[in-house]
């Protein structure tokens, strides 16, 4: 993967600026459309040209407001041209974010994952690191980004490489060859992501071993001794992700003087995330279900939340390094029965003194607990068995339900319907805003606020061209007082009330 220098053109008309960061999946820059000055893209190039493609290919065929949009690919570079998206990696601002914000921007991750399941896709890759944030203007306009789709797989898809994520967030599967991605993957991750925004950490954190017990872990699952603390860190999470019991927001967020709305909204949204970090796939509730859940709890509870901003002061965090995507430990090859500990080997440890005898007691007992030592990394591997586990899709896909109307505001049922139900929602995820006539049949929720942000942001780019900059100022003007109006609506006379005011802006500046 060769990188690109300054000045090198992509796809014809992108000239590379600068170099922004990548890794071994990856390198990103900032490039200029030389056909539009001014107008900024972020070019990624990839390791193969099958990967970039298979990316690229993936995104174009999205239609979501809260997705990345790709431009071009450039076969030669093996680049893919994408938008810039505004604001700054949700990463930047964990430690800055008052539990409403956090939720609104939950909610939107929450959208972008429910259009990604109507086509079918896993992410795969949900972290603070690809949610790109930009909050505008006095009222806190909210624009949320999903970016990254470097390692995302079509539902059911059988894996073919060794297993890769961010283990902070990844759910336990994501650790296993042997198990297709399923959308409620992604579901987990967000609950980790959601939790630390609210929090200020992560709701699992692997505790720092002696030199001798990271020796002896290593070990049992027969790896090399000089491995790295990533992939140290990444047994030990994948081991709390398994059993761990899901943290209580209350341990973080003590309601002492906190009115009651502020402890109903705590006790919500940790009902929620018990359910989004459940350990089974089939327990998780679906994006869509996430999302009406958030968008309620977003509207009726803004006043409290508000207020109910997290108090550092109560807070024990400490600041991590950015979240590594990485290929998680793979399956040793053939571990001698010498190399495994043996359970009285596991209870020496954990009684044996030690500077952390608590800590480290504590995660070998959980380790034992999960089978890392027999059934985590299995020595010898399985002979050639046709796994089982690839029917498991039948168990992990819950069984078909009827179709759940696109608004979702009494919460989902756990099951999504097959594809072929989902096909129809597929074909445009990100609707237009319906106008009916009567007042009551137009609902308050957070795709029509997200519709009526789309037909403006179209309305912006169709009339950017033709304005000077007096006549685009007054238009941005009525835009932001539009907007105002739609995020306060709460009735369904208000909802029409705006909708009237979209087709007035439409007709004066787009006759």
């Known amino acids: 993967m060769a990188e690109l220098t300054d000045g090198t053109v992509v796809a014809q008309i992108y000239r590379v600026q600068e170099h922004l960061g990548g890794g071994g999946f990856g390198e990103t820059y900032l490039a200029e459309n030389t056909t539009l000055p001014g107008n900024q893209v972020v070019v990624k190039t990839v390791a193969s040209p099958d990967q970039g493609l298979e990316e690229a290919q993936t995104l174009v065929s999205l239609q979501s407001a809260n997705v990345v949009r790709v431009l071009a690919f450039d076969q030669t570079h093996r680049a893919i041209v994408m938008e810039r998206a505004a604001g700054e990696p949700l990463a930047n601002r964990i430690g800055r974010i008052d539990m409403l914000t956090a939720i609104r921007i939950a909610r939107e991750v929450a959208m972008a994952l429910s259009d990604l399941e109507a086509s079918q896709l896993v992410h795969r890759d949900v972290k603070p690191e690809n949610v790109m944030v930009e909050l505008r203007g006095v009222g806190g306009r909210l624009i949320v980004k999903l970016i990254d789709f470097g390692i995302a797989l079509k539902v059911g898809k059988p894996l073919t490489t060794d297993p890769v994520g961010s283990p902070l967030y990844c759910p336990a599967e994501q650790h296993d060859r042997h198990m297709p991605p399923h959308p409620t993957d992604d579901v987990y991750a967000l609950g980790g992501v959601l939790f630390h925004m609210l929090a200020h950490r992560p709701p699992f954190e692997p505790p720092v071993l002696e030199e001798t017990d990271r020796l002896s872990l290593l070990r049992s699952v027969g790896l090399p001794t000089n491995s790295s603390l990533a992939i140290v860190e ?127 007691g504590g995660l070998l007992a959980l380790l034992l607990g999960v089978g890392v030592v027999v059934a985590f990394w299995p020595s010898p591997p399985p002979p050639p068995v046709k796994p089982p586990p690839v029917e498991p899709l039948a168990v992990v896909v819950p069984p078909p339900l009827p179709v759940v109307a696109p608004v979702a505001v009494e919460p989902l049922l756990e099951d999504a319907g097959p594809p072929e139900e989902l096909a129809p929602l597929a074909k445009n995820p990100t609707r237009p805003v319906v106008k009916p006539s009567p007042a009551d049949d137009c609902v308050v929720d957070a795709r029509w606020r997200k519709a009526i942000e789309t037909d403006l942001l179209n309305l912006r780019t169709a009339v950017a061209s033709k304005l000077d900059a007096n006549g685009f100022g007054a238009y941005t003007a009525d835009e932001d007082a539009v907007l105002a109006k739609a995020e306060v609506a709460r009735t369904s006379v208000e909802c029409a009330a705006v909708n009237k005011r979209v087709d007035a802006l439409m007709k004066k500046y787009a006759p």
């Open 234 to 360: 990444a047994l030990q999470l994948r081991s709390m992700h398994t059993s761990a019991p899901v943290p209580s927001l209350f341990a973080f967020l003590p309601v002492n003087g906190r009115g009651e709305r502020e402890k109903h909204l705590i006790e919500r949204l940790d009902e929620l995330l018990t359910r989004m970090l459940a350990k089974s796939r089939q327990e998780r509730p679906r994006a869509r279900e996430v999302e009406a859940e958030l968008d309620s709890l977003a509207s009726t509870f803004s006043e409290a939340a508000t207020s109910a901003g997290v108090r550092i002061a109560d807070l024990m965090a400490t600041a991590r390094k950015p979240t590594a995507t990485l290929v998680l430990p793979a399956r040793p090859k053939a571990a001698a029965p010498a190399a495994a500990l043996t359970t009285g080997q596991l209870v020496a440890q954990v009684n044996a003194p030690s500077r952390n005898r608590l800590m480290v």
